[in-house]
């Protein structure tokens, strides 16, 4: 399946779904900045990735803006040289707005990610020859006061519908990436590869969130990342795997 397909249906499928109190405000970027999502896949994804790096949803300042994962503005427009117009979302919350491309807020997440990958690997190209970076989820979900709320955290049967339709949208792209691993950005994209995958076969890991929210990850995201990789097998240029 064509992988802009498989994001259009995932996108429309989604939109059906409601979800309760206390969220209040969803988000849907590959609504309205869907020439970006879609710009990203077109020139990135190829069949035969070592690894698909997968994380959970977007972050506010980052793939909410772009329609990237992990898409910090300056990250995704510089060095991915993504910039496409984005729209505003029918309904925007007055603490989150959409200013896409435009958008003087940084995403840690999205920098200290894509800026480890254009630091060790130097170009985009080199990066995805061997990787794809994919968000299970691409919804974003605020409450009232604009706080981000994260999918494990929705009541139980909106996450079951949720994942069910998330779920199907990434054993889709498996089929067509065919990636020989899947790399957990975190414990909760782990946990839902390994489930969603359970009969592909398919070895599941994870690395560190790059997220400030992690102590851990502020002591050094890159070097503890690159330790990880390297114990699985994973060489990186420039980094002995001894």
Same mark, same amino acid.
């Given at each position: 399946? @064509?992988p $802009?397909?498989?994001?259009?249906?995932?996108?429309?499928?989604?939109?059906?779904?409601?979800?309760?109190?206390p969220?209040a405000? #969803?988000y849907?970027?590959?609504?309205?900045?869907?020439?970006?999502?879609? &710009?990203? &896949?077109?020139?990135?994804?190829?069949?035969?990735?070592?690894?698909?790096w997968?994380?959970?949803?977007p /972050?506010p300042?980052?793939?909410?803006?772009?329609?990237?994962?992990?898409?910090?503005?300056?990250?995704?427009r510089? +060095?991915l /040289?993504l910039?496409?117009?984005? =729209?505003?979302?029918e309904?925007?919350?007055?603490k989150?707005? !959409?200013q /896409?491309?435009?958008?003087?807020?940084?995403?840690?997440?999205?920098?200290?990610?894509w800026? +480890?990958?254009? =630091?060790?690997?130097?170009?985009?190209e080199? *990066? *995805?020859?061997?990787?794809? #970076? +994919?968000?299970?989820?691409?919804l974003?979900?605020?409450?009232?006061?604009?706080?981000n709320?994260?999918? @494990?955290?929705?009541?139980?049967?909106?996450?079951?519908?949720?994942? $069910?339709?998330?779920?199907?949208a990434?054993?889709?792209?498996? =089929? #067509?990436?065919? %990636?020989?691993? !899947?790399?957990?950005? /975190?414990r909760f994209?782990?946990?839902?590869?390994?489930?969603a &995958?359970?009969?592909?076969g &398919?070895? #599941?890991?994870? !690395?560190l969130h %790059?997220?400030?929210a992690s102590?851990i990850?502020n002591?050094?995201?890159?070097?503890?990342?690159?330790?990880?990789?390297?114990?699985?097998? !994973?060489?990186?240029?420039g980094?002995?795997s001894?």
């Open positions: 399946m @064509d $802009a397909r498989i994001q259009r249906n995932l996108s429309q499928r989604l939109s059906a779904l409601t979800f309760g109190p969220v405000q #969803v849907n970027p590959l609504v309205y900045a869907k020439r970006s999502a879609e &710009l990203y &896949l077109k020139r990135y994804l190829k069949p035969g990735a070592e690894a698909l997968l994380g959970m949803n /972050g300042w980052g793939m909410a803006q772009t329609g990237v994962p992990f898409g910090e503005v300056g990250m995704a510089d +060095w /040289g910039e496409a117009p984005v =729209d505003k979302p309904h925007e919350h007055p989150r707005p !959409i /896409g491309y435009d958008c003087p807020r940084s995403e840690v997440s999205g920098r200290r990610l800026g +480890w990958a254009r =630091d060790r690997f130097e170009t985009p080199r *990066f *995805f020859d061997r990787f794809f #970076v +994919w968000n299970y989820c691409p974003v979900f605020m409450e009232e006061g604009g706080k709320r994260t999918p @494990d955290k929705l009541a139980a049967e909106e996450r079951e519908a949720l994942f $069910a339709e998330c779920d199907r990434l054993q889709q792209l498996v =089929d #067509v990436v065919q %990636p020989r691993c !899947i790399l957990g950005v /975190g994209a782990q946990d839902r590869a390994a489930r &995958l359970a009969g592909y &398919l070895p #599941v890991h994870t !690395i %790059p997220s400030p102590p990850a002591r050094g995201w890159a070097a503890q990342a690159e330790k990880q990789l390297t114990a699985l097998g !994973i060489e990186l240029p980094v002995s001894k």
